[in-house]
Structure formats: C-alpha cells, structure tokens
C-alpha cells in the first residue's frame, strides 16, 4: 500500500493550490484520509481530516480557507488551499487509515505520504 502526494508549489500570497493524496495497492477499504503539514522549527500539525462518511475537521488556523475532500472511487483525497499566507508555508504530509486487503481484519493500517512542498512568498 502506498500513498502519493502531489500539487505543491511556489505561489503569492492570496494564491491557491489543490493537494492530491493518492492510495494504491492491495486496498480493501480507506477510512479516513488526513493531511498534516510540518514547517521548519515547528511541530507536526493536523490541518484537515475526512471521515470515509464525508465528516471533515479543520484546524483553526486554516477554517474558510481549506476545503478537504475525497473520490473513493479513486481512492484519493485533495485539499484545495485558497487564500493562501506565508505562515502556510510547510511539508504537506497525507495520512490514512487503510484496511489491507485480503485479510482476515478489519483494522485499519495508518500509512504516510512522502510529503510535498508547500512556499508562499509574501
């Protein structure tokens, strides 16, 4: 099972991206779907989350400006950023639950993306 994260980039402040969070693999189903970003000095962070019921939650630092969402058809989950600042600077790391296939448990296993670089220059 692996999970690829993609969209990052360089963008002015007040600009806007769209993450991408794929899974693949031996998958019988993705739970919820997270993405977490690191800054440099500072602490990793949940920034959003997704429930597979569509439920989403967002830290305070982020509300009304990041949108998560999810296709389970394509087994991925995006994060459209708008409005975004300098401080949103960071890794931006995604995060699941995932139920591995062909198992005899319905225990999720949490797997990691490799993380994508977010810059906002002011």
């Known amino acids: 099972v692996q999970l690829q994260a993609s969209g990052g980039g360089l963008v002015q402040a007040g600009g806007s991206l769209r993450l991408s969070c794929a899974a693949s693999?031996?998958?019988?189903?993705?739970?919820?779907m997270n993405w977490y970003r690191q800054a440099p000095g500072r602490e990793r962070e949940l920034v959003a989350a997704?429930?597979?019921?569509?439920?989403?939650n967002y830290a305070d630092s982020v509300k009304g400006r990041f949108t998560i969402s999810r296709d389970d058809a394509r087994l991925t989950a995006y994060l459209q950023m708008n409005n975004l600042k300098p401080e949103d600077t960071a890794v931006y790391l995604c995060?699941?639950?995932?139920?591995?296939?062909?198992?005899?448990?319905?225990?999720?296993?949490?797997?990691w993306g490799q993380g994508t670089q977010v810059t906002v220059s002011s």
């Open positions: 997704i429930s597979r019921d569509g439920f989403t």
């Open positions: 995060n699941a639950g995932i139920v591995v296939g062909n198992t005899n448990t319905t225990q999720p296993l949490y797997y």
């Open positions: 693999g031996n998958i019988f189903r993705v739970n919820e």
